[in-house]
């Protein structure tokens, strides 16, 4: 008689959430001060914006990896599908991401630092505007036939994508203002007050806008969220949403330095929920399931050993980094 197996996929569902979720939220909120650095108005407040996530910025993309390998192990049929539907905007995030970095290693061995500041704040945008067209595709859906992706590497450019696109830049301009909020003091957090409250504004417009598309898109999505029961057991989400608004409105408008910054991540794990809500339980949108695209079970237990080992050393040397890197930034005073 067979021996029932324990099935791992909810449990790699969840690290797969969880790594692209803690990828969006900590490498979201370095990304956003980048595009904020663009806009600074000197070089001292150039300097300040980077040196509020020198720490931690790189440790941060360690989430990007853990997420890309566990869909690669745990769901190899949707990594087959995603990628190549996606490639040409994940190469673009890409190369933004190594000009970025290299941007972030010149500024500090050139006595003129203006070139490499601003190419650190376009390589930000960049990165983010390609991670919000690959979050259009993916919800959007993707061409399959014969369990292959059948559509072009153009695909992923369109109208709803690019809003997804520039919603993304105005969520990690949001978190990158609140960052700088509970980091920096003075003027440049004034100012950072200011530009989270133009974003927040432009999150919730992306938010509606989303939220009204993707229905009206997929009746499936709209029969998740308006049909009976649950139009009423899915309405704490949206009645979260606008309450994780309205506290991160309060809180810029006021004097609270931390408050932002925790609405900040609030909102973006409440729309992530929405998101997950709306496409639960398929990992390829529209066409398979967790279940359908999952890898062995041997596979995924051989996988989840070295899980168990890796996830906490992650989450110990991240929060570490966190620790000793707590206080407010003071340019060449450091970390107060």
Not at 272 to 283: R, T
Request: proline fraction near 4%; hydrophobic fraction near 55%.
């Amino acid at each position: 008689m067979t021996q029932p197996v324990l099935d791992l996929t909810p449990l790699w569902a969840g690290i797969l959430a969880a790594g692209v979720f803690f990828y969006v939220l900590l490498d979201g909120f370095d990304l956003g001060a980048g595009i904020l650095c663009g806009l600074a108005r000197d070089a001292r407040s150039r300097s300040l914006m980077m040196e509020s996530i020198a720490p931690i910025w790189d440790g941060n993309e360690t989430w990007l990896v853990l997420g890309g390998l566990s869909l690669l192990a745990a769901f190899p049929l949707a990594y087959a599908i995603i990628m190549p539907a996606v490639y040409f905007p994940l190469g673009i995030m890409l190369l933004a991401l190594v000009f970025r970095g290299t941007a972030f290693e010149f500024r500090n061995r050139e006595r003129e630092s203006g070139l490499w500041d601003h190419a650190f704040a376009w390589g930000s945008l960049i990165a983010t505007v390609a991670q919000g067209l690959v979050l259009g595709a993916f919800i959007q859906g993707f061409k399959v036939h014969a369990r292959a992706f059948s559509g072009s590497s153009l695909d992923c450019f369109t109208p709803f994508s690019a809003l997804t696109g520039l919603a993304l830049v105005f969520g990690y301009a949001l978190l990158g203002a609140s960052w700088l909020v509970l980091k920096t003091e003075g003027e440049l957090q004034q100012r950072s007050r200011r530009q989270g409250r133009v974003a927040l504004i432009g999150v919730l417009i992306g938010i509606a806008a989303v939220s009204i598309w993707t229905p009206l898109a997929h009746r499936d999505i709209a029969l998740r969220w308006f049909s009976w029961p649950n139009v009423v057991l899915l309405a704490p989400v949206p009645i979260a949403t606008a309450l994780a608004a309205g506290w991160c409105w309060r809180a810029l408008n006021s004097r609270a330095e931390a408050q932002p910054f925790a609405a900040a991540l609030l909102l973006f794990a409440l729309s992530y929920l929405g998101i997950g809500v709306s496409l639960y339980p398929d990992v390829v949108p529209h066409r398979y399931s967790l279940w359908q695209a999952a890898s062995s079970e041997s596979t995924q237990a051989f996988l989840g050993v070295g899980a168990m080992f890796l996830l906490p050393i992650i989450l110990m040397y991240s929060g570490w980094s966190y620790w000793v890197f707590r206080g407010k930034v003071r340019g060449d005073l450091g970390y107060h």
